[in-house]
């Protein structure tokens, strides 16, 4: 190879873009993540993300569409989740395409590739623009919050493809985590935040059936900084979908070895048009029963009981039973442990401030731990 085509070490050269960011991870402990977690203030409306576009080291994106086999329309008759989820990082020459399809009526696959490169195409600073096209899979979105997103995918793999437009079903229906600060571990420096409610329309194809979609609903996340999942002891991204709205709830733990665990989240609702925010601490998402599970070796959890916000007597605002209606799971070796990982559709029915709701949702469920 010329002289002049050598390429630098890609190690070398983000450590020395990045040095202030990654003297910052260094530097971050138990105390200082407590400090941060906690001292975030309760939102009484949501923040709107006020960059949509590509900076940072790293990016990662998930973006999910919620739907039913048969077209219909209603949350409550959803039974399939399909999630297309990417990390890029250029230079570093890393970049990760992971997507799975779990459905009560399909058979649930998951797909995922691994490339020593960056893969996006047409980044933008403004937008919302990403394009992926590989061997494997093709992904294309644009847009901004306020006007909604096209999303085109093909998935080889689950043989699965779609061209959607997301459209956000309330203006108020995300949540920026941490309102829009770095939250900084020792091996995540990250800003990010979540899209949880639109309505989904298009054409979707799965295996060879074509179903036309008037009302499924969406999810986009978006995540850029420095990113690693090496200290998550575990995690629970839950989204619910009613007819009225929405819920979202995001928790995780940090394991810091000597340092034990520190509980960490943030989560959002938005129901006839009004706003609600959960900080850690706010809400429970507690397990209350479990079944043997095929893939992995532990039990998962198949039902939950979610508690959010306290009326003016202690009692819970939000309280549902939460069950599985289907789930894929998988397990890898990340950090010094084994994770197992368990994504659901699930089906809800409690109540919000008295007033009795139901919906369908999915949930992605990882953790180190070991249940008997």
Known sequence: MPEDEILPNPKISFYLKNILMLIKL????????????YNAPLLKEPLIPKSEGNFGPMEEG????????????LPQAIDSVFRFFWVDSPDLRISIIDSFLVSEKFKS??????????????Q???????????EEAEMFIDGTWEEGYIFNFLDKKIGISAKLKYEPLNPKSVLVYYNGKLAVTPSLAQKFYDMFAFKVKGEIEVRGEVIKLEDARGIIEHGVGILSTLNI????????????????????SLDLEEEVI????????VLDGKWFHFQRGDFQVEEVEYSEDENIPS??????????????IGKPLL???VTTTAKISWSGVHGKENLKITNYVLEAEGTWRSKKIKGKGTMENLMHRTIE
């Open 109 to 122: 696959e998951r797909g995922r590739k691994s490339y020593p490169r960056g893969m996006l195409k047409n």
């Open 26 to 37: 260094k530097r971050s402990n138990k105390k200082r993540i407590e400090k941060f977690v």
């Open 262 to 269: 520190i509980e960490g989240g943030e989560g959002a609702l």
């Open 319 to 321: 309280d549902l039973k």
């Open 233 to 252: 002891y575990d995690w629970r991204w839950l989204n619910l979908q009613f007819p009225n709205g929405a819920i979202h709830i995001f928790y995780h």
């Open 62 to 73: 998930m973006i999910y569409v919620m739907f039913n086999s048969e077209g219909e329309t």
């Open 299 to 312: 039990k998962v959890a198949t039902e939950w009981r979610v508690t959010g916000g306290k009326d003016v």
């Open 124 to 134: 933008t600073k403004e937008r919302y623009h990403q394009e992926v096209f590989e």
